[in-house]
């Protein structure tokens, strides 16, 4: 079992950045991947962003060039930097482990974004 904490969340101006952590209860094995969700109220949970435990990334279109993620191995989390944030990326975000263990969640957290 793995447990996913999510944090960073917050209100934030457009055009402003945020950085949201997403830490595991345990080490992650060899081959796995780390993603992060949105869904807006009346929305679908939509893919943002990934990064395997090789390192490889990938973006949805809306995101590109503005959310960068990362991970941090040594601290067991994974890290969202979100720049020039939008009223549109308003949502709750969510943290997504998948490995050989299975695929777990975070509780999500609230990000806000006024114009």
């Known amino acids: 079992q793995v447990q996913l904490v999510e944090s960073g969340g917050g209100l934030v101006q457009a055009g402003g950045s945020l950085r949201l952590s997403c830490t595991l209860s345990?080490?992650?094995?060899?081959?796995?991947?780390m993603g992060w969700y949105r869904q807006a109220p009346g929305n679908e949970r939509e893919f943002i962003a990934s990064?395997?435990?090789?390192?490889?990334?990938n973006y949805a279109d809306s995101v590109k060039g503005r959310f960068t993620i990362s991970r941090d191995y040594a601290k067991n989390t994974a890290y969202l930097q979100m720049n020039s944030l939008k009223p549109e990326d308003t949502a709750v975000y969510y943290c997504?482990?998948?490995?050989?263990?299975?695929?777990?969640w975070g509780q999500g957290t609230q990000v806000t974004v006024s114009s």
């Open positions: 990064v395997t435990s090789d390192r490889t990334t």
């Open positions: 997504k482990y998948s490995g050989f263990i299975g695929t777990f």
């Open positions: 345990r080490k992650s094995f060899n081959i796995n991947t």
